[in-house]
């Protein structure tokens, strides 16, 4: 199983790994996080000052913020499905394609799309504020770490976010995992309170509400 790449960049890490931070099977996670945090943020970046004095044909800023939000998001989903459609194409390339099951690869996708999505959301709404410049490295240390701290501490993994994209870390593979539905519905949540949020915080802010 580990050497389809599909297995290797989406999965996650496993638990059988026993390193106090398995530095291969970790990087390997990170690499497809850090290429979609600096795609979505060029995109953003390109299209920020555009946005912003787009604001003002509306009549209203949850208006704006709705559209804003909505097409951000659906770029991340773009790239987080262009990027596991990339790696399945280079393991039907290598023949590997053999090594996964239509029900593996159908979990692995949706844990890991659930998870760029809300990883999006977050990006979205914290770009909303004078950190925006350090939103990539802010989103990319917060997988990080958070999976760092779920795997030393074991008794707060399940609520770590760093662990909720991984499927190799969930009930669905092994029976220690996170509760997989739990943490779907979760992810489900996070790009909605985000929503609202940034709603909120520009309401705030223009007055226009």
């Known amino acids: 199983m580990s050497e389809s790449m599909f297995i290797r960049l989406f999965a996650g890490v496993s638990s059988d790994n026993f390193d106090a931070i398995p530095l291969i ?3 390997q996670w990170l690499l497809p996080i850090g290429i979609f945090l600096l795609t979505v943020g060029i995109y953003v970046e390109r299209n920020r000052k555009v946005e912003t004095f787009s604001l003002y044909r ?4 949850s208006d704006w913020w709705k559209r804003h939000f909505v097409k951000r998001v659906i770029f991340g989903i773009k790239i987080a499905v262009l990027l596991l459609l990339i790696v399945l194409t280079c393991d039907i390339v290598m023949g590997k394609l053999m090594l996964l099951s239509a029900e593996l690869l159908a979990k ?7 998870h760029s999505i809300s990883m ?6 914290l770009d909303l504020f ?10 990319f240390l917060l997988e990080g770490v958070t999976f760092i701290i779920g795997s ?3 008794a707060v993994s ?7 994209g991984m499927y190799l870390r969930s009930s669905l593979f092994e029976a220690g995992g996170f509760p997989a539905g739990v943490i779907m519905v979760a992810e489900v949540a996070l790009p909605a309170a985000g929503f609202v949020i940034g ?3 520009l309401k705030k802010e223009t007055d226009y509400i």
Do not use: Q
């Open 25 to 27: 099977p970790f990087g």
């Open 58 to 61: 509306y009549e209203r800023a």
């Open 108 to 114: 692995i996708s949706v844990l890991w799309l659930l």
């Open 120 to 125: 999006a959301a977050f990006f979205v709404l």
């Open 130 to 139: 004078p950190i925006r410049r350090f939103v990539p490295g802010v989103l």
């Open 152 to 154: 030393r501490i074991c």
């Open 158 to 164: 399940h609520v770590m976010y760093g662990m909720w």
């Open 199 to 201: 709603r909120e915080y």
